[in-house]
């Protein structure tokens, strides 16, 4: 099927194979396959997930042309798209998908000290940075399908903040039926309710009774069951899906053309290493980076790897930031990849044994390699909610406890001879209200966004940590194949 698709995208191009950009997966299999394909399967056949075969030089330098977040967007991921979506289709999608912001900015830069930024990626419809991914997601999912005439039944695991944001994207599209997994209890209210609050005939809300980790396990797993996958045309939403990460690298690029000092440092809350990973790939296709830090809550394992390089999984502990209450960091993966040098083979090796023995060890040269770019730095609770207040005290600004994590990490990293820091908001404090008015005292306005969904009726199913019940729950909902 890879051959097809590549010959496919020769007609479009009229060019040589050779300058098609094409995907492959960290597993080692041989497959090649062109983008749109990437985005329908998500997860390779091998287990492994899919990176771009080469990386476009996209970076422009500083922001001359002063275009809009939406053309900037079209821009930057064109390269990756290679001509399988048209310019003015990938430019369609984008206006309509950064109009759903509420910011004329999008990704608005805040000062909140000497050189420390603030990125606020929480403009979109559901008040987190999934919106940046899923609203392009599920346009582009949207154009393929209207093109081929088929359905897709879109699954996904969420601690907290994907589902809504993949719910709100993809409610009421008919060729899409969307299942999202949130482990039983384990999310804030505000973020359940966000989710359960939707009523559209193709959404689907399930409790799982276990972690987020066994959310993710059962979508993996679904995944790797062929029959299942083909049959309901599985997508996923997850950012083990390249097209998400794709749509993350965006930012960095806006945000870096807009400062007027180089080379910045990212300060990343980090739980799957998702928006931290788009970060690489920013670096990875020109963009200057002094560091990338890595910031983590106590369940702190890629700050244990990247300091040690132990990779071990531990169980999951509640925190108050829940959306990084995770041990199995799915795009670590694919940060492994490139530090073993593209050798899936390797990689395969390595998460068998994060499935049987419960993790790895990465060699020191490897791992210096990670650490060129890479700092681990974990904040515990009492930190993350003396940082809210200092932010709050001497900007007057509230921020969520995520975006804390960052801004606390970044503060014990960074001194003035570091250059710019520029530190991912990545939630609206109206989601966290309870920590925000703990740590400063003053609860943050419910925006008009949220105001309905605090109130609506709840629609949620729950079920066991079960691989066999949740397929049959699915198949009986998806109109896929009906
Ligand atoms: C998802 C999320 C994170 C972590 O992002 P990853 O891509 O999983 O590393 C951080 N903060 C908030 C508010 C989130 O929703």
Redesign the pocket.
């Known amino acids: 099927m890879g051959l097809r698709e590549l010959a496919h995208a020769k007609d479009i191009n009229g060019e040589t194979l050779g300058k098609i950009l094409k995907y492959l997966s960290t597993r080692g299999s041989d497959q090649i396959i062109g983008f749109e394909e990437t985005l329908l399967a998500g997860l390779a056949p091998d287990g492994g997930l899919y990176v771009p075969a080469e990386w476009p030089a996209v970076w422009n330098g500083p922001d001359t042309r002063r275009l809009s977040y939406a053309e900037d967007a079209a821009r930057l991921m064109e390269p990756f798209v290679n001509g399988e979506i048209d310019s003015a289709a990938l430019n369609a999608i984008t206006r309509d998908a950064y109009s759903e912001f509420q910011h004329k900015d999008v990704a608005p830069l805040v000062e909140i000290g000497d050189g420390h930024w603030l990125l606020e990626l929480?403009h979109g419809p559901t008040l987190?940075?999934?919106d940046f991914a899923l609203q392009v997601l599920s346009r582009l999912f949207d154009h393929v399908l209207q093109r081929k005439g088929e359905r897709l039944t879109v699954i996904g695991a969420t601690?907290?903040?994907?589902g809504s944001a993949a719910i709100a994207a993809c409610q009421g599209r008919s060729n899409l039926d969307i299942f999202v997994l949130h482990p039983l209890g384990l999310i804030s209210d505000v973020q359940r309710r966000q989710m359960t609050s939707v009523v559209a005939e193709n959404v689907h809300n399930i409790a799982i009774e276990g972690t987020f980790d066994d959310c993710q396990r059962l979508v993996k797993a679904m995944f790797n069951d062929r029959a299942f996958r083909y049959d309901l045309a599985l997508a996923a939403i997850n950012?083990i899906n390249w097209a998400r990460i794709l749509a993350?690298v965006v930012y960095y690029h806006v945000a870096a053309s807009r400062l007027n000092d180089w080379p910045p440092t990212f300060a990343?809350?980090?739980?799957?290493?998702?928006?931290?990973?788009?970060g690489y790939v920013a670096h990875r296709t020109g963009l200057p980076v002094k560091r990338l830090i890595v910031a983590t809550n106590r369940n702190d394992i890629l700050t244990q790897s990247l300091t040690t390089g132990k990779h071990w999984l531990g169980d999951v502990t509640p925190t108050i930031?829940p959306?990084?209450d995770?041990q199995v960091?799915s795009?670590f993966e694919r940060l492994l990849f490139e530090i073993y040098d593209r050798n899936g083979v390797e990689i395969s090796r390595r998460m068998e044994a994060l499935g049987s023995d419960g993790g790895f060890t990465i060699e020191a040269e490897r791992l210096n390699k990670a650490r060129t770019l890479f700092t681990g730095i974990a904040i515990d609770e009492t930190l993350t909610l003396a940082e809210m207040g200092r932010v709050h005290a001497e900007t007057g600004l509230l921020i969520?406890p995520?975006?804390a994590v960052g801004v606390a990490a970044a503060r014990t990293f960074v001194t003035t001879e570091n250059g710019p820091v520029i530190s991912l908001a990545?939630?609206d404090p109206a989601?966290f209200p309870d920590s925000v008015e703990r740590a400063t005292g003053r609860r943050p306005k419910t925006p008009e966004r949220l105001a309905e969904a605090l109130v609506s009726d709840e629609h949620c199913d729950v079920l066991p940590r079960d691989l066999n019940t949740l397929q049959a729950y699915i198949r009986s909902r998806s109109r896929v194949g009906t």
Request: charged share 15%.
């Open positions: 929480f987190s940075f999934k601690s907290g903040d994907t950012s993350q990343v809350p980090t739980g799957n290493f998702g928006d931290v990973y788009a930031t959306s990084m995770i960091a795009n969520d995520h975006t990545t939630a989601k």
